[in-house]
């Protein structure tokens, strides 16, 4: 026998009360507590080398190993009054060593919710492209937190990038590669 309409509910350690039609609700103390979660908005540049490959970084939560690996771009958070372009081009110097003399105009933008390093964010991420010679990227800029959680680098073509069964990031990186081979600008 169901219990009745508002009856409280005390087994197995639940507590709720019984709405009915086999609706359950949870204590107020159960219900989703609202995330506040911190905006960082980050700039990321796709390098695309002279043999139609891509510079990505194999990267991890140190607090959360289990969630990774994953591949990315390099870029990174926007600091203080810096514009996207701005942010892009110091964090591709930070994090490889290159300086980045042209690219092309935001080719890609994203959003999404992410936990990093235990903190909720609120992830902004615009997207540029720049054609470079290939070259081995060095970590003399990195931060404390890009030695904990970058593990390596690679080159990646479009179609190994596809191919993989490896977390790469973003979703559409083979076709933003594909399409930007032939046209630096963007």
């Known amino acids: 026998m169901p219990p009745r309409h508002g009856e409280q509910l005390r087994s197995h350690g639940c507590r709720g009360t019984w709405t009915g039609l086999?609706?359950?609700?949870?204590?107020?103390?159960?219900?989703?507590?609202?995330?506040?979660?911190?905006?960082?908005?980050?700039?990321?540049?796709?390098?695309?080398?002279?043999?139609?490959?891509?510079?990505?970084?194999?990267?991890?939560?140190?607090?959360?190993?289990?969630?990774?690996?994953?591949?990315?771009?390099?870029?990174?958070?926007r600091e203080g009054d810096e514009t996207d372009e701005q942010a892009a081009r110091r964090e591709v110097y930070e994090e490889t060593g290159l300086r980045i003399t042209e690219m092309s105009e935001p080719v890609y933008?994203?959003?999404?919710?992410?936990?990093?390093?235990?903190?909720?964010?609120?992830?902004?991420?615009?997207?540029?492209?720049?054609?470079?010679?290939?070259f081995e990227p060095h970590s003399a800029g990195w931060t404390d937190l890009e030695r904990s959680s970058i593990l390596g680098h690679r080159w990646w073509k479009p179609e190994e990038i596809e191919s993989s069964d490896e977390m790469i990031y973003p979703g559409n990186l083979a076709d933003l590669v594909r399409r930007h081979l032939d046209n630096p600008a963007g």
């Open 22 to 77: 086999a609706r359950w609700e949870p204590p107020e103390r159960w219900r989703a507590v609202k995330i506040v979660r911190r905006l960082r908005r980050a700039a990321r540049i796709v390098l695309i080398d002279e043999e139609g490959r891509t510079l990505l970084f194999r990267g991890v939560d140190p607090q959360n190993p289990s969630v990774g690996p994953w591949w990315f771009t390099p870029g990174g958070g």
């Open 109 to 134: 933008a994203r959003e999404f919710d992410i936990v990093f390093g235990g903190e909720p964010i609120h992830q902004v991420e615009t997207y540029f492209v720049a054609h470079v010679g290939t």
